[in-house]
């Protein structure tokens, strides 16, 4: 499943949930918080907005400043919401 992100920057948040290959009765957890290197006056208000296909892919030196400012703003936050998300799905799987 996938979510609007909550600040200015532009992309989105998704959280992928599938058996596990590797480890018996287990499942896989991935948090992708994806940026598309674009900022936004506000937040998007629903995920139809957050989802852009028209985005630029462009590589400018605008983007790169974007990347260093998402990455020394946000990566222990993006760290922290990926740590909680897991857990959340874990206790979802716990035997009372």
């Not at 499943?1 to 480890?23: A, K």
């Not at 208000?45 to 590589?59: G, L, Q």
């Not at 998402?70 to 716990?94: F, H, K, N, P, Y």
Request: aromatic share 6%; net charge negative; glycine share 6%.
């Amino acid at each position: 499943m996938w979510g609007s992100r909550q600040n200015q920057y532009g992309g989105h948040i998704q959280v992928t949930v599938e058996p596990s290959l590797r480890v018996p009765n287990a499942v896989y957890v991935s948090h992708n918080d994806h940026y598309d290197l674009s900022v936004h006056d506000s937040p998007p208000v629903d995920r139809v907005t957050a989802y852009d296909e028209d985005t630029d892919v462009t590589a400018t030196s605008g983007k790169l400043e974007v990347a260093l400012q998402v990455l020394s703003e946000s990566w222990s936050q993006s760290m922290t919401a990926a740590d909680e998300m897991a857990g959340a799905i874990e206790s979802l799987g716990r035997i009372p």
